[in-house]
């Protein structure tokens, strides 16, 4: 098991004096910038402390990393690492289940993101894209991030539905932007459910309730259609019934469908709108991808969301749960800590990346970084199922886009990083001009 052990006899790791609400406070806001002091500071093994009474180990060696991924599932449970998750995405959803459970939801979903089921994507990303550009404004500045987002919702309503049109799905549309929009504040009412009969969190409370109901109609209506098995969307696919029987009921599909429609289109859209953030500052690079789009180089443009999600990663670090005791780099873990490789570290790492701060999609061509040194999917077991979804989907939307516009910065000065809760985003928007080729 690598650099692992289950012993007792090592000494807990180092780590910063402060009390756990004001290290939540500063690491949660700050990670981008904190996390690597901290690695500089105590080294590649570091003891955090949040709250409520939550301890969490930080990793950044590649070789510690490695360990934990291909650890054993009984050991590492990815689904209480993520329990900050549970009150909105439920208690069934792939993300916060562990072992058996969440191996048969794997199962079911996986079918709709191997390679047969994303060439049958293509067509429906570029017709998207392209309608969606037809809405952008030339020669104005407007926020690439949220045009992003209305776009990948979009493909991720496509995906999940099939046909994402009529009133329910229109008023889930907009629901969905505004349950995306977490920070600290939803965070605190969810581990507090008291706070719940108060705005804002009431508000969040409402709209998140109001999608459960649109979601259960939907699942409702579609039990009832005759030609599941000639569907291809995620939800006809997961309503037929396997040859073993193990249908999923109503809650265990709303929790997979919102898991879907949430996780499914944040990080494909912040990463494009860091790409153009980046590319629209740099002629070099403008170049370069225009290049790419002018020739459908695929591997050139995937090469730009690589570097997109290595420069700023949308996910800063993933978690597991310890349920025992373990030494890693040696140092003692006990059971109920969170081991949690910094995905921010690693990836601004000059030993990995040379040049980390620049944005250099050629790296991905020129040669592969270090093995476990590009993680913004995680790893092992749980990496995401959405991961090759998601670099196919972003290739697409810059092959359209800058096949079509050249693109600038509204502001010389680079974008400051926002950090919330669970993702890392462009404080002002990505902020754009395109004008026509």
């Known amino acids: 098991m690598g650099r692992v052990e289950t012993t007792v006899s090592a000494a807990l790791p180092p780590g910063p004096p402060l009390p756990g609400l004001v290290q939540t406070l500063v690491v949660g806001n700050l990670r981008h910038h904190v996390l690597p002091l901290l690695q500089r500071r105590y080294g590649s093994v570091v003891r955090l402390k949040a709250t409520p009474h939550r301890d969490i180990v930080m990793l950044t060696d590649l070789e510690d990393i490695k360990a934990v991924f291909s650890g054993p599932v009984t050991t590492f449970h990815a689904g209480e690492g993520n329990i900050i998750l549970k009150p909105v995405m439920g208690d069934d959803s792939i993300l916060v289940t562990d072992e058996d459970t969440h191996l ?66 229109d008023e889930l549309r907009r629901l969905i932007g505004h349950l995306v929009e977490i920070g600290l504040v939803q965070v605190i009412g969810w581990q507090t459910p008291r706070l719940q009969r108060y705005r804002p969190w009431s508000t969040y409370a409402a709209r998140q309730a109001r999608v459960d109901e649109l979601l259960f ?192 910065p509204e502001h010389a000065r680079p974008e400051r990083i926002r950090s919330r809760p669970i993702t890392l985003e462009p404080a002002r928007g990505a902020r754009i001009k395109v004008t026509g080729r």
């Open 217 to 408: 109609a939907e699942i409702a209506e579609r039990r009832q259609a005759t030609d599941l098995d000639q569907r291809g969307d995620v939800l006809s696919r997961l309503l037929t019934v396997p040859a073993d029987g193990d249908e999923l009921s109503d809650v265990e599909l709303r929790d997979q469908l919102v898991t879907l429609l949430l996780a499914g289109h944040e990080t494909t859209a912040t990463a494009l709108a860091w790409a153009l953030h980046e590319i629209s500052r740099d002629p070099g690079q403008a170049a370069f991808t225009t290049r790419a789009a002018d020739e459908g180089d695929e591997k050139a443009l995937e090469a730009v969301m690589k570097e997109s999600l290595r420069l700023r990663p949308v996910i800063g670090e993933v978690v597991r749960r310890l349920t025992e005791d373990i030494e890693i780099g040696g140092y003692r873990i006990p059971a109920g800590f969170d081991v949690m490789p910094s995905i921010i570290v690693v990836h601004g790492d000059d030993g990995h990346h040379p040049d980390p701060k620049l944005f250099r999609p050629r790296r991905f061509l020129d040669g592969s970084p270090p093995p476990g040194s590009w993680l913004p999917f995680g790893g092992g077991a749980r990496r995401c199922l959405g991961a090759g979804f998601s670099l196919m989907e972003g290739s697409i939307v810059l092959r359209e886009l800058f096949g079509r516009f050249t693109v600038a």
């Open 104 to 169: 048969r939801t794997r199962k079911l979903l996986m079918p709709a993101f191997n390679g047969a089921a994303l060439r049958g994507y293509r067509d429906m990303i570029t017709e998207l894209t392209r309608v969606e550009l037809d809405r952008w404004p030339e020669n104005r500045a407007f926020g690439a991030h949220d045009r992003m987002r209305a776009l990948t919702l979009e493909i991720i309503l496509r995906v999940v539905f099939g046909v994402a049109e009529g009133p329910r799905l």
